[in-house]
């Protein structure tokens, strides 16, 4: 089990807000604490949106919560309507992400209390935002992870695991189930870079400067994700149309081995010329880093030709699914070869990830 730096600043920023609450002498500190663990959040601009939404949402719950009690009391079933109507408010103002901790403050104001019901309406608020700014300072205090770092390491290895398991499927070389439950774990590696993604086009640069090289990396890291997910595919119609492929003729076959080779291969450079460890341009030869599409293209069409009879024609359609892919594949590979060549032609020395294996 892991702990990660969200995990930390939560409870960093529980403690934030209970302490503050406490300076402040509100007489329930509690719903600061949980007030604070619905706003915490991993990046600090998310945490700006957040700041935002908060503060409209829960002015919408107190206001209705003020209105409900002073017209129509606090009767349960006043309160079950009250939240019906701050629901429908924010779905219609799309607002969420607050739906939650409005429903705390409506619920929480239209408690019952000997005190001035004014005057409690409007501790039981301010004890709420102080826990909502308080997991904003904790994100602007305790800087989020290096997401970026994050990104580049899980397309790494992900796409290390697929080369593999490329080179073993097309040998025939492999275990069948293994590969298939390892399938299941290379989609979830996949939406986990998409989420990294996210996060690291979300973070903010100290120095406007550097907006231009982060656009440019924002690029490449898009391509990259795109291009592993084509050799998941690649790799998926291979493991299901296997029989379709030792049917082929040898040369056919030993032209698709010698293709995908080629293929992963530059895919791999690809991934190392990115961070600097492979010069730029590379240093093999353009014969060796392509895909031969008119080749794989030529044998499949003599293939088809020779295959006799319409008995044939749904090993024909899967030999062209797995075709394609492969085809499909080599283009978005060549296609990230030329954004990262053109980012090394603008930032020569500009690579900030760092090689560790920290999640």
Known sequence: MKLGARIFKTGIAIVLSLYLAQLLHSPSPVFAAIAAIFAIQPTIYRSYLTIIEQIQGNVIGAILAVLFVLFLGNHFIVIGLAAIIVITLHLKLKLENTIGLSLVTLISIMETTNMNFMQFAGIRFSTIMIGVFSAFIVNLVFM?????????????????????????????????????????????????????????????????????????????????????????????????????????PENFKQSIQEQLDSLVYHHEQLMLRFIGKIPTPAPYSDENMYLNKDELFQFYLTYQQQLPGKAQEPHIYHMMQIIASIIDYGEQVEHLDTLITSFHSYHHNEISVEADNKE
């Not at 399938?183 to 973070?203: D, G, H, R, T, V």
């Open 144 to 248: 989020p992870p290096k997401y970026e770092n994050k990104l580049y390491l899980k397309i790494v290895s992900t796409t290390e695991e697929m080369v593999k398991w490329i080179r073993l499927s097309i040998r025939h070389d492999y275990d069948h189930q293994l590969l298939k439950a390892d399938i299941k774990k290379l989609k979830e590696n996949i939406l986990a870079m998409e989420q990294f993604y996210k996060m690291y086009k979300e973070e903010r640069q100290l120095f406007k400067k550097n907006d231009l090289e982060k656009s440019r990396k924002l690029v490449v890291y898009r391509q990259m994700t795109i291009t592993a997910r084509k050799a998941l595919d690649t790799l998926k119609r291979i493991h299901r149309y296997e029989n379709e492929l030792l049917q082929l």
